[in-house]
């Protein structure tokens, strides 16, 4: 089992920033690719941004260039750096871990007001 917990969410103004932070805990030798996925209300879960462990990431389109993707495996973490928000990423942000299987935290809020 893999346990996964986020923090870093808040509130923050158009144009602001924001560090996520995930805390990956258990059979992580298991994990290969983790990343972060985010739920809008109303809306189903989508990708934001998700890392190998040797580093190869992979960004939505809608947060190239805005947001940035980190691990340390050796602290079993990982990070999303969000620059330039804006209130279309309002949205509830999870941190995911794959391995065998698909493991999920419980979410951290991010609220972007305009």
């Known amino acids: 089992q893999v346990q996964l917990v986020e923090s870093g969410g808040g509130l923050v103004q158009a144009g602001g920033s924001l560090r996520l932070s995930c805390a990956a805990s258990g059979s992580i030798f298991s994990i290969n690719v983790m990343g972060w996925y985010r739920q809008a209300p109303g809306k189903q879960r989508e990708l934001v941004a998700t890392?190998?462990?040797?580093?190869?990431?992979n960004y939505a389109d809608s947060v190239k260039g805005r947001f940035t993707i980190s691990r340390d495996n050796a602290k079993k973490t990982v990070w999303l750096q969000m620059n330039s928000l804006k209130p279309e990423d309002t949205a509830v942000y999870y941190c995911?871990?794959?391995?065998?299987?698909?493991?999920w935290g419980k979410g951290t809020l991010v609220t972007v007001s305009s």
């Open positions: 995911n871990a794959k391995g065998g299987r698909s493991y």
């Open positions: 890392i190998t462990s040797i580093g190869s990431t």
